[in-house]
């Protein structure tokens, strides 16, 4: 594991100062039952382990605010019966000496403790809402606190969530997490290249994913950040495809979308290629624009640009594109305005990517799109997809000629802000028509 005890303390070092005095609770995941007696594998919360780096289930961090800050650590106690059939667990002691927290209980202990800390505390932090029996838990707890507290005691009053106050912080990286999602951008990349050497005519779309999965985890990678997508034919006009099931033809454009997660971290890559190699005519017009839209993105990803800048660029150019191949008639400025490519591209060009690959912070800051800082990181995504009309389609949208029906492009690479620009975290893998055909030749 990947246990960087000075950037987590100082992580909560820097909430400490944001907030105010009081107490901050914070539970990890829950573990989610898949059939049975058998659960999902186990993915902490991004909060929780960025400000812990422990990667246990039932845990919590407990913070005591103020000018002299306390960190507790609630875990599973040691358990070396359990532990033969469940594997390791740090327990309390260990746990408190690996990830430098001041001290550490079991969790059977969180609701005497804080019922003890919250005699004398007004204020809790905690994430109201966001889960129902913790909300109840945590209430109840408060509750008995003020029933016991009598006059003269301060008592829990205030409930405040404080997950922003996180996402902020965790919206511009610092350079361990810069380094980790390099990292993975790496592992990503190599893994999409094994996919384009690899896939055929004939093979099920499971055969791809199986290669991707193969080199993520070969890599170190103990998990893909999202459901890999991996979308041939007409199924890559399905923008959350997930069956991945189809046997592939060629003649084919295979669409994947897929990125692992390095120790906590997401990629999110998407490149789009012609299963038996090489482009077709239609297939390579639509290719060539979004990858141009993709270029035009790019030009606006440095500091001091709003974020949607990149979005606006991209869709003038798809725009511009769409009318150029006669698939919409109008003026550009006239159908950016009424958003006439929204029949062709349907989604945002971009997110944040870090713990989450949708991460977390702030689009928008007092109603106007955020500007860009140097630390964060984020995708970018132009695509364009031709499917049929559908009955009630707006009276609007245009018959799709017969050669770009069911195209499906979508090209995404990961970008970190610099201070002078941007710095593409998965540029390995091959994106211009040329070096696609090249590769896939080897
Ligand atoms: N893979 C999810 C996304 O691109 O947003
Ligand atoms: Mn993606
Ligand atoms: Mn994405």
């Not at 906590?264 to 090489?278: C, H, L, M």
Request: with cysteine; net charge negative; charged share 25%.
């Amino acid at each position: 594991m990947h246990i960087q005890v000075e950037r987590h303390q100082a992580r909560r070092v820097a909430l400490n100062h944001q907030l105010q005095s009081g107490l901050l609770i914070l539970p990890t995941a829950r573990v989610q039952c898949r059939n049975y007696d058998n659960d999902f594998p186990f993915r902490y919360d991004s909060r929780f382990y960025y400000l812990t780096g422990f990667y246990e289930p039932e845990a919590v961090l407990v913070m005591q605010l103020g000018a002299d800050p306390k960190s507790t650590l609630f875990c599973q106690p040691k358990n070396e019966l359990r532990e033969i059939w469940e594997g390791f667990l740090f327990g309390p002691e260990a746990a408190r000496e690996v990830f430098g927290v001041n001290e550490a209980f079991a969790i059977d202990q969180l609701d005497s403790k804080l019922s003890e800390w919250m005699m004398g505390t007004e204020r809790v932090y905690f994430p109201v809402g966001f889960d129902a029996e913790w909300d109840a838990r945590i209430f109840k707890l408060a509750a008995q606190a003020t029933s016991r507290g009598r006059g003269g005691v301060d008592t829990p009053i205030e409930f405040i969530d404080a997950r922003a106050v996180i996402d902020e912080m965790r919206l511009l990286k610092d350079e361990s997490e810069i380094g980790l999602m390099r990292e993975a951008g790496r592992i990503s990349g190599e893994a999409h290249i094994r996919a384009m050497q690899t896939a055929k005519p004939g093979q099920f779309e499971y055969e791809v994913e199986a290669e991707l999965l193969y080199h993520f985890m070969k890599q170190g990678s103990r998990s893909p950040a999202y459901g890999s997508i991996v979308a041939s034919g007409h199924n890559a006009t399905c923008l959350h495809y997930h069956e991945n099931n189809r046997r592939m033809q060629a003649g084919d454009l295979l669409l994947i979308d897929a990125g692992c997660e390095l120790h906590g971290y997401a990629s999110d890559i998407t490149r789009t290629f012609p299963v038996s190699g090489k482009f077709s005519g239609p297939q390579k017009d639509i290719y060539e624009l979004v990858l141009a839209a993709m270029n035009a993105g790019f030009e606006k990803v440095r500091p001091g640009v709003p974020r949607m800048a990149y979005h606006d660029a991209a869709v003038r150019t798809l725009t511009q594109g769409l009318a150029d191949l006669k698939l919409l008639s109008g003026t550009v400025d006239g159908l950016i305005e009424q958003e006439a490519y929204k029949q062709f591209y349907m989604h945002g060009t971009g997110h944040w990517l870090g713990l989450d690959v949708h991460d977390a912070g702030r689009y928008k800051l007092n109603g106007e799109s955020r500007s860009l800082q140097a630390g964060m990181v984020l995708t970018v995504e132009p695509g364009l997809y031709f499917r049929p009309l559908l009955p009630d389609s707006p009276a609007s949208y245009v018959e799709v000629p017969e050669h770009f029906m069911h195209i499906g492009v979508r090209i995404e690479d990961d970008l970190l802000v610099t201070p002078d620009g941007y710095e593409n975290l998965t540029a390995l893998t091959p994106k211009t028509v040329a070096d696609i055909e090249a590769t896939m030749a080897r």
